[in-house]
Nanobody, 124 residues
Framework: QVQLVESGGGLVQAGGSLKLSCAAS????????MGWFRQAPGKEREFVAA????????DYADSVKGRFTISRDNAKNTLYLQMNSLKPEDTTVYYC?????????????????WGQGTQVTVSS
């Protein structure tokens, strides 16, 4: 079992930056592919970024490439999402997730553990 707790959300102006954190506890965090997803009201949860534990290989949604950076600190059991050049359309709830699979995946079904979410609001 893995427990995930996100933090770092808040209100920021367009063009600004925020850094989300996800503290993990429970089973071995360092062996899991980790990801960030987001979900707006009335919409499906969508992939944002993922990072594999081997060589820290990453993948990003096209909508955030070049603006967001996912990273992890296995020693601290913490996942991060640095978000720069934020846009109003980035406004939504962001979720941290852990996959029990040793693959880099963007699919929701491959993630077994989820945090409670943190709200990010970008004003225009």
């Amino acid at each position: 079992q893995v427990q995930l707790v996100e933090s770092g959300g808040g209100l920021v102006q367009a063009g600004g930056s925020l850094k989300l954190s996800c503290a993990a506890s429970g089973r071995t965090f360092s062996r899991y592919t980790m990801g960030w997803f987001r979900q707006a009201p009335g919409k499906e949860r969508e992939f944002v970024a993922a990072i594999r534990w081997i060589a820290f290989i990453t993948d990003y949604a096209d909508s955030v490439k070049g603006r967001f950076t996912i990273s992890r600190d296995n020693a601290k059991n913490t996942l991060y999402l640095q978000m720069n050049s934020l846009k109003p359309e980035d406004t939504t709830v962001y979720y941290c997730a852990a996959s029990g699979k040793d693959i880099l995946t963007t699919r929701l079904v491959d993630y077994s553990y989820w945090g409670q979410g943190t709200q990010v609001t970008v004003s225009s």
